[in-house]
């Protein structure tokens, strides 16, 4: 499997790769992944950023997120705290 591959509108992350940006064991992803520990979200691109995916992850106030292009490939990815949200 690639690293990424897209999925009919959605895409397919492998699970060693969200392992390496949170510093967790790859079987420990799958579960947190089921059962809502890390969550997703894809975003389309719009304007200049057209055909471009951003995909988020998110676990324990990290953030993972790739950049794609339409067939999957990594633009660019970053790890970093998230903010925590108030209100």
Not at 6 to 17: C, H, K, S, Y
Not at 59 to 74: M, P, S, Y
């Amino acid at each position: 499997m690639k690293v990424v591959e897209r999925d009919g509108d959605g895409f397919i992350v492998d699970a060693a790769l969200l392992s390496r940006a949170f510093g967790l064991p790859v079987a420990d992803v799958r579960q947190m992944m089921r059962d809502g520990r890390i969550t997703s979200r894809c975003e389309a691109g719009v304007d200049a950023d057209a055909g471009r995916r951003r995909l988020t992850f998110l676990h324990d106030g990290r953030t993972f997120r790739l950049t794609v292009d339409g067939a999957g490939k990594i633009l660019r990815q970053s790890t970093f705290v998230a903010p925590r949200r108030t209100g």
